[in-house]
């Protein structure tokens, strides 16, 4: 496949509608069906191939479905109140139905033990990536999906539940199920606002 070349610009729309397309779909509104495990795991497949340096597979993945998801938000609902006992119900409440709106929750759990030639920073990077590429994933299937994190993405309390090791850390909680409403849209910047092009200072010298 080539570039598509400047005197074919009209079709660049096309040719990156997908990427156009994305939108995250709040958890609230994604219901089953969810994808089972061998749709996930074919989404997975398309997920990891990210940009990796040192080819290192800095991340993992943690999945949540059916009666695991609310009881790990009963655990959390009992640890929000731990930490903010001053807290109202409803925020506990919320802490309670956070795993229980999309049917699946994936955790992408990013590795980012020693290593003296890869950064963490460019290892947790590559996490990232795959966040973001599961997402792709999942609207290319047809389903919805939203990338979360919030407290317990932090916490270290929830950090021993997940059974996360040594320099693991959660890079992202990833909803995914069917949209039960279009997903909104809002404003995106404006690129052009955004780029500059890096020139060669001038540098004097004597004629």
């Not at 006992?85 to 990013?110: C, M, N, T, W, Y």
């Amino acid at each position: 496949m080539s570039p598509i070349i400047p005197e074919y610009r009209s079709d660049f729309d096309t040719a990156l509608a997908a990427l156009d397309a994305r939108r995250s779909v709040p958890a609230r509104q994604l219901g089953d069906p969810g994808p089972d495990r061998p749709t996930l795991l074919r989404m997975l497949r398309s997920a990891v191939r990210v940009p990796d340096h040192g080819k290192r597979v800095p991340f993992r993945f943690l999945s949540f479905r059916g009666a695991a998801r609310h009881a790990f938000g009963e655990r959390l609902a009992a640890r929000g109140r731990e930490r903010h006992p001053e807290g109202g119900e409803a925020a506990f409440e919320k802490d309670r139905q956070r795993f229980s709106h999309a049917p699946l929750v994936v955790a992408v759990i990013a590795r980012l033990g020693p290593d003296p030639q890869i950064p963490e920073s460019e290892r947790f990077a590559t996490a990232a990536c795959v966040c973001f590429a599961l997402l792709q994933a999942a609207q290319a299937l047809g389903y919805g999906a939203v990338w979360l994190t919030g407290w317990p993405a932090y916490d270290p309390v929830v950090a021993q539940w997940l059974g996360l090791g040594p320099g693991e850390q959660v890079a992202g909680f990833i909803h995914i199920g069917t949209p039960r409403l279009d997903a909104p849209e809002r404003e995106r910047p404006d690129p052009a606002a955004l780029l500059t092009e890096w020139e060669a200072p001038e540098t004097g010298g004597k004629g």
